[in-house]
């Protein structure tokens, strides 16, 4: 079973950095996008970004500019790449991918921006 495994949370000030990496144990064939939701506490689940199997992007308006998604294929691996960080990023961040049948989640990793 194709499992997703997140890392790269953590403490952060505001105006710091994070990377998050989400790897699956396998290859999943003919994803059709991948992306990173977040849920911050007491509030629902929104995407942030995401990139289709093309390598079009798209960002949740608070995060443009500061927040990016890439993916390399040869390690089955999806990145959120997150700059200028504000409290307002608190949340506990999860990866998906959308593939030709269903869709994989990851376990959630928190993201804490605070001084």
């Known amino acids: 079973q194709v499992q997703l495994v997140e890392s790269g949370g953590g403490l952060v000030q505001p105006g710091g950095s994070l990377r998050l990496s989400c790897a699956a144990s396998?290859?999943?064939?003919?994803?059709?996008?991948m992306g990173w939701y977040r849920q911050p506490p007491g509030k629902q689940r929104e995407l942030v970004a995401s990139?289709?199997?093309?390598?079009?992007?798209n960002y949740e308006d608070s995060v443009k500019g500061r927040f990016t998604i890439s993916r390399d294929d040869a390690k089955n691996t999806v990145y959120l790449q997150m700059n200028s960080l504000k409290p307002e990023d608190t949340a506990v961040y999860y990866c998906?991918?959308?593939?030709?049948?269903?869709?994989?989640w990851g376990q959630g990793t928190q993201v804490t921006v605070s001084s």
């Open positions: 998906n991918v959308a593939g030709a049948w269903r869709n994989y």
């Open positions: 396998e290859r999943i064939l003919r994803i059709n996008a």
């Open positions: 990139i289709t199997s093309g390598g079009i992007t």
